[in-house]
């Protein structure tokens, strides 16, 4: 079932991880996918390894906090697609792990610019082109309910954008949906540091319910969801895809 079929989308942070495995499900889906990341090879690879599947696929550089590179990325898809449909903002960075009274003015920016201000700004820029009906997906982090010693700061900016989803959510309604999804852990380049470790893995997988990590495939499935007019009434939500660890009542 191609439930996007006609709908352009635009996928930050994509050419591997999550991201990438967005925005191979939504172009599976039917969906043209704008991806992007901050190198050029990254992106030609991944272009190449998309369009190899059949799938419609634009890559273009872009480094969330550039703001020429935002701007070219929603520009560069508009003049291709000629509109804009599906906004998945995934990057984040997670440059340090002291504690919070410890963070450097420099690392707080950096996070705070990476992984709230960036997709506020891309959002600015891409406002004009999102056609009735689309769907904004914001990329939190289960630590975004518990931000743990490890990931506190990072956490913290993650819990940012709970709260943006909703703000967002009311502000971009009736014509765009606003929503959030919170992953658990998925053993991408960017949580090496914890899931490469036999013993914090094995940890981790015990504090699911599922009893294993997740999957870019996980993630995909619930992006491609919020994506779709499957969600149609749904707004301002986030959705945890964690296999059941501990976030909320
Ligand atoms: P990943 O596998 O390490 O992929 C990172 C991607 O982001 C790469 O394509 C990288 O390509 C690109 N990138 C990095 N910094 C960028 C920037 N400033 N601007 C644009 N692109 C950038 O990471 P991931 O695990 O998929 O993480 C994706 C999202 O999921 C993040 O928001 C993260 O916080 C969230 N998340 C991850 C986990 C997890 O366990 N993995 C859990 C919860 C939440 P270039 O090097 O070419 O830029």
């Not at 990072?154 to 971009?172: C, D, I, S, W």
């Not at 929503?179 to 094995?202: E, L, M, Y």
Request: charged residues 20%; hydrophobic residues 40%; aromatic residues 4%.
């Amino acid at each position: 079932m191609k439930r996007l079929e006609g709908k352009v989308a635009i996928v930050t942070a994509s050419t591997q991880g999550i991201g990438l495995g967005i925005a191979e499900r939504l172009g599976s889906e039917g969906a043209s996918v704008v991806i992007s990341s901050r190198k050029q090879k990254n992106v030609d690879e991944a272009t190449e390894k998309l369009r190899a599947k059949g799938l419609e696929v634009l890559g273009v550089v872009c480094h969330v906090s550039n703001p020429q590179q935002r701007q070219q990325l929603v520009e560069k898809a508009v003049q291709k697609y000629g509109h804009i449909d599906i906004v998945v903002s995934n990057a984040a960075a997670n440059p340090s792990i002291d504690t919070i009274l410890e963070t450097k003015e420099s690392v707080l920016d950096k996070l705070w610019d990476i992984n709230v201000k960036a997709s506020i700004l891309l959002l600015q820029a891409a406002a004009p082109y999102l056609r009735k009906g689309s769907s904004v997906i914001l990329i939190a982090s289960i630590a975004g309910y518990h931000p743990t010693t490890s990931m506190a700061m990072y956490g913290v900016t993650k819990t940012a954008l709970l709260g943006l989803t909703k703000a967002l959510a009311t502000e971009m309604s009736p014509e765009t949906r606003v929503n959030c999804i919170a992953p658990g852990f998925v053993p991408t380049h960017f949580a090496d540091f914890i899931t490469s470790n036999q013993t914090i893995r094995k940890t981790i997988e015990d504090k699911t319910l599922l009893k294993r990590l997740g999957t870019t495939e996980d993630m995909a499935a619930a992006a491609a969801f919020l994506a779709s007019d499957d969600s149609a009434y749904i707004t301002g939500e986030t959705i945890v895809v964690a296999g059941g660890m501990p976030s909320r009542l």
